[in-house]
């Protein structure tokens, strides 16, 4: 088993180099780069802040020059991307260029949030919907797995951005009730706060946009449980154990639940990479300063250290993830043999 990791673990290398190649190559290449973003930036402020007429504006050659040289952009792509790649194996990040500091503060500063509602997401669903599931199978057809069918179906449909604004407008001070505060991971008192106070101060904060991060993962994480485990209970070893007289307990956990949990257990190492990707609509909403809104305001002003560092981070989250999935499967059935 532990060869086959290895092996795992070695064919990830060409792999995260072919994402490294393709991935700088296509932002180096995308236009309206940062030497733009810093002359349209030049034109604005130069002006006043008039946009109209910020367009008249000449920059000097020497100017877009200069910016060239600055960012790097001078020398050829393959030198570009030599230096870059050489740093990244020394786990140097590099600077921002729109926030110029180094790139790992930026992402240490976005880390907790993300972090955080990925992991209570993930204990949250795990462990309300794999009971859920086991349930509405062993009670197949009847009233309550109708009715919790229909209610897990219909939540499944609204979009996750769109229940935010319809919580947001419910509870968070609005029309309706007060109950939620509208934005923000912890309150501007936050670090005068006991540590009790700081623990309630964050779950009121988390509690709406949790209910967003985990409402289409549990429809679909309930049903593939119930499913899953339907199809081992029409299994013929389940029958035989039948047959030999146990009792319907031991033949559902013992047996057919250990068989059914592996398609489950292949999502969790996903979670991983979902730890640090955060979400983009849900961190908007609410205004979240996590990975995700980092991810996409480093795109828009074309902050390529940034965009690179998210990339290659998500990709060796991406290949763990995968590795952690294999090693769960040993764990649940050790009759797996990956060789």
């Known amino acids: 088993m532990w060869a086959y990791f290895l092996k795992r673990i070695l064919v990830s290398l060409p792999t995260l180099f072919g994402i490294s190649v393709v991935c700088f190559v296509l932002v180096q290449l995308t236009p309206g780069g940062p030497v733009e973003q810093a002359i349209a930036q030049m034109r604005l402020s130069g002006m006043g802040g008039e946009v109209s007429d910020s367009r008249t504006m000449q920059v000097t050659e020497e100017q877009r020059q200069a910016l060239i040289e600055y960012y790097?952009?001078?020398?050829?792509?393959?030198?570009?991307?030599?230096?870059?790649?050489?740093?990244?194996?020394?786990?140097?990040?590099?600077?921002?260029?729109?926030?110029?500091?180094?790139?790992?503060?930026?992402?240490?500063?976005?880390?907790?949030?993300?972090?955080?509602?990925?992991?209570?997401?993930?204990?949250?669903a795990y462990l309300v919907c794999i009971p859920l599931g086991v349930f509405k199978a062993i009670h197949h057809n009847s009233r309550f797995d109708v009715w919790t069918s229909a209610l897990i179906f219909f939540l499944y449909s609204i979009p996750a951005f769109a229940l935010g604004i319809v919580l947001i407008v419910l509870f968070c001070g609005g029309t309706f009730w007060n109950w939620f505060p509208i934005q923000g991971f912890h309150s501007d008192d936050f670090y005068d706060l006991t540590l009790w106070q700081k623990f309630t101060d964050i779950v009121h904060h988390m509690f709406l946009p949790l209910l967003c991060y985990t409402i289409g993962l549990f429809a679909m994480l309930t049903m593939l449980m119930k499913n899953s485990l339907l199809d081992q209970l029409k299994q013929d070893y389940i029958t035989t154990a039948r047959a030999k007289g146990l009792t319907e307990k031991l033949v559902i956990w013992r047996h057919a639940f250990r068989n059914a949990i592996l398609p489950i257990a292949n999502g969790f190492g996903q979670w991983v990479s979902l730890f640090f990707a955060g979400s983009l609509l849900i961190e908007t909403i609410f205004n979240l300063q996590g990975i995700g809104l980092l991810s996409y305001e480093s795109i828009i002003q074309r902050d390529y250290p940034v965009v690179l560092a998210n990339i290659m981070i998500l990709s060796v989250l991406y290949i763990v993830g995968n590795l952690i999935s294999d090693l769960l499967y040993v764990v649940i059935d050790p009759r797996i043999d990956f060789t």
């Open 72 to 124: 790097g952009f001078d020398k050829p792509l393959p030198i570009r991307y030599l230096s870059w790649i050489s740093k990244l194996i020394r786990f140097d990040l590099g600077d921002s260029y729109a926030y110029e500091e180094p790139v790992w503060s930026l992402i240490k500063e976005r880390l907790p949030v993300s972090i955080t509602f990925g992991i209570v997401s993930f204990l949250a």
